[in-house]
């Protein structure tokens, strides 16, 4: 299942990241200074989805990626493709699993696995 993974950066700031079924990360948002930001962000591209507007691009070197935006704001930007053709499959994917997307936080500074070794 696709999922929109929420962290913590080291500035403070949070961003969220899509990541596909296989776990490659699609795009990355913008930095947030409230993750109740990036919350709302998510909330709003799953149920207004039509209301974004995807940039295509290009990169000096001839890589193509895409940017998410919303009345003339980018939010997200995608990872560097090596083709067209996967850019286009990289937005398809995005549009199909949106929907049903779960939402991980991975946002808390806490270790989330408890540590199975211990020091002696």
Known sequence: MSAFVISKREN????????????????????????????????????????FTFR??????????????????VLATSRKFSTELMLQKGIDQFLKYVPEAETLDFSRSEDVFESVFTED
Do not use: M, P, V
């Open 56 to 73: 295509k691009a290009r990169t000096g070197s001839g890589k193509y990626f895409f940017r998410i935006t919303r009345g003339g704001l």
């Open 12 to 51: 403070g700031n949070y961003k969220f990241t899509f990541a596909s079924r296989k776990g490659k990360t699609i795009f990355t948002s913008i930095a947030c200074r409230e993750k109740s930001d990036c919350e709302k962000i998510i909330e709003t591209i799953q149920k207004d989805l039509e209301s």
